[in-house]
């Protein structure tokens, strides 16, 4: 084994001392184009989700009781596609024609919202949560794979690079909450009673246009592993397999919490804005700051990841805490409506630090999974979505039978846990990774 693996190297990189470098053929200038695909993917799904979550956005306060039903299905749908049909999917086409095909679902939804009508709203987050498993077991499938091509290329570990591709990805793909929400923002300032139809239309161009860029996305191959090899029934097999991975039991509740305070966000977090101020170009306004500091934060957090994983998580600890205390205490002791009024500012401040934490716990999870399951990297993306989309499920299925301050009681509980076991996960990876080192 050679000895040129340092005890900071073993604790950045579990399982360097397997790697032989020496076999690696290093080609510097091949680097560039895994960067570049990373960067259209990015920007394919920028597109593609400035429409969707614009849209996601203001759904809850146009039309409440269609809105939390759609987004139910739709992450009821998302579930079972996580568990039954998105790995298989992705072993027969492949990650890039697994993200097209998604992405027209999302391009789908956003026709449907023309109409707004549940017998059109509830078909389609069906078709879309399926569309959406496959999309993002994809995403995560196809950047874990450049980026092992991008450090291949460069002579360096596999998993060097898998933080700085998370958190490039993350950055320029939140910056469509920038986007999709100044849109509506403003739509619904200046275009009077014709705003929501208008605002749909702009959605569904910039949607189709996410589309097309995601058509000419190029393919980036796995060198570890054929997708095709395995049938699709052993690929929906290695999802419920990998739930006995000590480390995957260690990272559900952590994807399960970030789905839940995603899905508070998006549901409660903008219905609270609208109800409070009467007005819904509010809601674009301060979720379009939440999209800068998130795609700022990501960019920083997946650069970060590498070296300091534990303490970055504490960041996005702290700043959820925060957030969800100030609902708590507003909504259990106070009133935003007159709160608002007369200190607005709050809004963006608090909506700031929401983005710094969802940027923290969207990245961390997806830096880790595609570190440690470099080689099931379909199979571990594919639980991650599985158990998010639930935490989605669970906060939406509460709806406004449950009382804003007690489901905020239950996210800042999941929040709690989740921090438990990261700081487990890393004290036993670094314990494991020290043993590795001196017994070399």
Same mark, same amino acid.
């Given at each position: +084994?050679?000895?040129?693996?340092?005890?900071?190297?073993? &604790?950045?990189?579990?399982?360097?001392?397997?790697?032989?470098?020496?076999?690696?053929?290093?080609?510097?200038?091949?680097?560039?184009?895994?960067?570049?695909?990373?960067?259209?993917?990015?920007?394919?799904?920028?597109?593609?989700?400035?429409?969707?979550?614009?849209? %996601?956005?203001?759904?809850?306060?146009?039309?409440?009781?269609?809105?939390?039903?759609? %987004?139910?299905?739709?992450?009821?749908? $998302?579930?079972?596609?996580?568990?039954? @049909?998105?790995?298989?999917?992705?072993?027969?086409?492949?990650? #890039?024609?697994?993200?097209?095909?998604?992405?027209?679902?999302?391009?789908?939804?956003?026709? *449907?919202?023309?109409?707004? *009508?549940?017998?059109?709203?509830?078909?389609?987050?069906?078709?879309?949560?399926?569309?959406?498993?496959?999309?993002?077991?994809? /995403?995560?499938?196809?950047?874990?794979?450049?980026?092992?091509?991008?450090?291949?290329?460069?002579?360096?570990?596999?998993?060097?690079?898998?933080?700085?591709? /998370?958190?490039? =990805?993350?950055?320029?793909?939140?910056?469509?909450?920038?986007?999709?929400?100044?849109?509506?923002? @403003?739509?619904? &300032?200046?275009?009077?009673?014709?705003?929501?139809?208008?605002? =749909?239309?702009?959605?569904?161009?910039?949607?189709?246009?996410?589309?097309?860029?995601?058509?000419? &996305?190029?393919?980036?191959?796995?060198?570890?592993?054929?997708?095709?090899?395995?049938?699709?029934?052993?690929?929906?097999? %290695?999802? $419920?397999?990998?739930?006995?991975?000590?480390?995957?039991?260690?990272?559900?509740?952590?994807?399960?919490?970030?789905? &839940?305070?995603?899905?508070?966000?998006?549901?409660?977090?903008?219905?609270?804005?609208?109800?409070?101020?009467?007005?819904?170009?509010?809601?674009?306004?301060?979720?379009?700051?939440?999209?800068?500091?998130?795609?700022?934060?990501?960019?920083?957090?997946?650069?970060? +990841?590498?070296?300091?994983?534990?303490?970055? *998580?504490?960041?996005? @600890?702290?700043?959820? *805490?925060?957030?969800?205390?100030?609902?708590?205490?507003?909504?259990?002791?106070?009133? $935003?409506?007159?709160?608002?009024? #007369?200190?607005?500012?709050?809004? =963006?401040?608090?909506?700031?630090?929401?983005?710094?934490?969802?940027?923290?716990?969207?990245?961390?999870?997806?830096?880790?999974?595609?570190?440690? =399951?470099?080689?099931?990297?379909?199979?571990?993306?594919?639980?991650?979505?599985?158990?998010?989309?639930?935490?989605?499920?669970?906060?939406?299925?509460?709806? #406004?039978?449950?009382?804003?301050?007690?489901?905020?009681?239950?996210?800042?509980?999941?929040?709690?846990?989740?921090?438990?076991?990261?700081?487990?996960?890393?004290?036993?990876?670094?314990?494991?990774?020290?043993?590795?080192?001196?017994?070399?």
């Amino acid at each position: +084994m050679s000895s040129e693996y340092s005890e900071d190297t073993l &604790l950045r990189h579990p399982g360097a001392e397997n790697e032989d470098l020496n076999d690696v053929k290093v080609d510097p200038s091949s680097s560039r184009k895994h960067f570049v695909n990373l960067v259209w993917l990015s920007f394919g799904f920028f597109l593609l989700f400035s429409a969707f979550n614009g849209t %996601s956005n203001i759904l809850t306060s146009l039309d409440p009781t269609v809105g939390f039903r759609t %987004s139910a299905i739709l992450y009821g749908a $998302f579930c079972v596609g996580s568990l039954l @049909f998105s790995t298989s999917f992705i072993s027969l086409f492949g990650a #890039k024609w697994s993200v097209l095909v998604g992405a027209v679902t999302y391009t789908t939804f956003q026709a *449907a919202n023309l109409s707004g *009508a549940a017998h059109f709203m509830y078909p389609a987050g069906a078709v879309l949560g399926i569309g959406a498993s496959i999309l993002w077991a994809a /995403q995560g499938s196809y950047v874990t794979i450049a980026a092992a091509n991008f450090a291949t290329a460069k002579g360096q570990p596999a998993d060097t690079s898998q933080g700085i591709f /998370q958190g490039t =990805f993350f950055g320029i793909f939140q910056v469509n909450q920038v986007v999709g929400n100044l849109t509506s923002g @403003f739509i619904f &300032l200046y275009a009077g009673d014709k705003s929501s139809n208008i605002l =749909f239309y702009v959605f569904l161009a910039i949607s189709g246009a996410g589309l097309i860029t995601l058509t000419l &996305l190029r393919p980036e191959i796995d060198q570890k592993e054929d997708f095709r090899e395995e049938s699709p029934f052993s690929r929906i097999a %290695s999802v $419920f397999k990998i739930h006995a991975d000590w480390k995957m039991l260690m990272l559900i509740p952590v994807t399960y919490y970030n789905g &839940l305070e995603q899905g508070f966000i998006m549901g409660d977090f903008t219905s609270l804005t609208k109800e409070s101020l009467g007005t819904r170009e509010w809601v674009g306004f301060s979720m379009a700051v939440f999209g800068v500091v998130n795609a700022l934060s990501s960019v920083l957090a997946g650069r970060a +990841m590498r070296s300091f994983g534990s303490v970055v *998580a504490f960041v996005g @600890f702290a700043a959820h *805490a925060s957030f969800l205390t100030f609902i708590i205490w507003g909504t259990r002791f106070g009133n $935003f409506h007159e709160f608002y009024s #007369k200190n607005l500012w709050t809004l =963006f401040v608090f909506a700031a630090i929401a983005g710094i934490g969802d940027a923290i716990w969207t990245t961390y999870p997806n830096t880790i999974i595609g570190t440690l =399951f470099g080689d099931r990297s379909m199979a571990a993306f594919s639980t991650m979505k599985l158990w998010n989309s639930l935490g989605n499920v669970t906060i939406l299925l509460m709806g #406004k039978s449950v009382e804003l301050w007690l489901k905020a009681v239950i996210v800042v509980s999941a929040l709690v846990v989740s921090i438990i076991f990261v700081l487990i996960l890393d004290f036993v990876r670094k314990k494991k990774a020290a043993a590795a080192y001196r017994s070399l």
